[in-house]
DNA sequence: AAAATCGATAGATTTTAACTATCGTCTGTA
DNA sequence: TACAGACGATAGTTAAAATCTATCGATTTT
């Protein structure tokens, strides 16, 4: 048994056809049959039902084909790692980060990392927190942007950023008023959330509980745009990460800086395997990631 | 690329010396050092560093060679399967159990399987059930016994007996005066219990906070005899489930009965993965341990 | 009835993994 | 300092296998 055999059964099953499959393999027909028919006596199960008209996957071959596909991603991935080994800056690199902070950050982080490793093939995954965990434990990430606390024992990491909540408001909303508001005061508002395992309503929460606030409305939202969309219509206020904040004023959402201690914020990391060999590359990148954040809150400063 | 370069590899690294590497493989040694180089090659990495009196992993070769042994392991797993599927019931059976349930039920379980399955190699495994989850998901287990409620998405199950809990007291101890105890005067004992990461303990506080019962210990014991040792000393009391407890009495510590309604108890079953091609085989085990389960439960009663 | 489709089979060829024998280098010992 | 032993690499040969082209046989379509 040889990986080929087990590309050649993958193929089989994807096109449910012996001459597809051999064209995506770039072999002739015969040799995928003959293959394929060994590795059948080989492992003594019939991995395929052939009808003259069809191909079918038996129940057995569904299993084994499911094994057979993971086999074959691995020694994949393991031939990516070994491209990658010979000059990582020219590699690829898949980066995850979660969906409140995806489409705020990767605008930021590109352009830098394009500029500075210009023969770098970046990919970009936005994916809740739970599902970038587990592809960099199994290696379909290189990195992923987490919030901490993250699993901290099976990743190394490095923080890129400390993020601060802002509080968005209807422009009706009497704490428009203020320059920035107490988090105290917050404990008789109606908090719009998004919907469970977005790590953002987690945090939301957790900040909410330092001061008792507990009047969640029961709508939880899917996106970090539909908050602001019901923030405008006036059904309740929200906390919004920094990087969210537009930079310009808007008319529709107040956005209004939070008042405590600590602080009511997020930490924001580059996560990567502890056992990953770029260790160097990643600590490096995630430096210059956090730098192009920064870059961004100096501007608006400054405006 | 094949799998067998990937296990010369595993076996260099193992054993630090080509030679030992090639009888483990069996194969001469120039063939092994041969491929080793091609695979080099062709992946571009070196992977080991060949001093002429050791060999050593580079760094890059430490993270090739550990996606190798995984992508080994998993060939060997299709090729247990396949095995396997020419006849399930002569094949391998891999069953975990977790460690408050383990010591009790496969010593039930084995025999009757052995009975009904001569043929059968039993392979038995204790583990905390975060473990064991881990291990039935990516296929070192084929099934597992756990308490419900488990991960019904990922799996599929059968249930095999509902196990009541019983109180362990001291000899001394003024309970001991009744034949069962209502749940709700345990709301002033101390209650012992294991350490975290055992579902014992969870299930225990979780029956204890039906009836606000909240004076847990703080020391937590690795195991059920510790919980006993401790019972006996005087030092508290604590559930134990009904398999755990002996079928003489004991004079060091007396078991009682809970009273409530729900009555006080955990729930097992089989789990196997959904897509599993011998959940007819693992059906059919449920039932037998269920069954096997329930006659040391009968004949406890009857003596 | 003829043509087309599709997987299996036959036989030749190329590729490559494997073997034996031997080399070159370093190490420890006499 | 020289020599034996250990170890991995190299050379040359052989055996095994994967692959190719050509063709078959069964079924479906026209």
């Known amino acids: 048994m040889n990986l080929r055999d087990l590309e050649y059964i993958v193929a089989v099953a994807k096109t449910q056809h012996f001459g597809k499959a051999s064209q995506l393999c770039n072999v002739s027909q015969p040799t995928l049959s003959a293959q394929v028919k060994k590795l059948e006596d080989y492992l003594g199960v019939k991995i395929f039902e052939r009808d003259n008209k069809n191909v079918m996957l038996t129940e057995y071959g569904r299993s084994i084909v499911a094994k057979a596909q993971e086999i074959v991603d691995a020694a994949e991935r393991l031939?990516?790692?070994a491209r990658n080994m010979q000059a990582p800056e020219q590699g690829q690199l898949k980066l995850g980060a979660f969906p409140t902070l995806a489409p705020f950050i990767f605008p930021l982080a590109v352009p830098v990392l394009r500029q500075s490793f210009p023969k770098m093939q970046i990919f970009l995954t936005e994916e809740k927190?739970?599902?970038?965990?587990?592809?960099?434990?199994?290696g379909r990430l290189d990195t992923a942007l987490l919030?901490?606390?993250a699993e901290e024992d099976v990743f190394e990491y490095e923080i890129l950023f400390e993020e601060p909540f802002y509080l968005a408001?209807?422009?009706?909303?009497?704490?428009?008023?203020m320059e920035a508001v107490p988090l105290q005061m917050l404990a008789e508002e109606d908090l719009l959330l998004l919907e469970d395992g977005h790590c953002l309503s987690g945090q939301t929460m957790e900040v909410c509980s330092w001061v008792g606030a507990q009047k969640f409305n029961t709508f939880r939202a899917t996106s970090i745009e539909t908050l602001r969309q019901m923030v405008a219509a006036g059904l309740g206020v929200t906390l919004v990460p920094e990087l969210a904040v537009p930079r310009q004023e808007q008319n529709d959402i107040i956005y209004r800086p939070l008042i405590n201690t600590p602080p009511p914020s997020r930490s924001i990391g580059l996560f990567w395997r502890k056992t990953s060999p770029f260790k160097t590359l990643y600590r490096d990148i995630a430096r210059q990631i956090g730098t192009a954040a920064g870059n961004r809150k100096t501007q608006k400063?400054?405006?």
């Open 79 to 81: 031939k990516d790692t």
């Open 129 to 138: 927190t739970e599902n970038l965990i587990a592809q960099l434990k199994d």
């Open 147 to 149: 919030a901490l606390p």
């Open 169 to 177: 408001l209807p422009p009706s909303h009497p704490l428009t008023q």
């Open 301 to 303: 400063t400054l405006s």
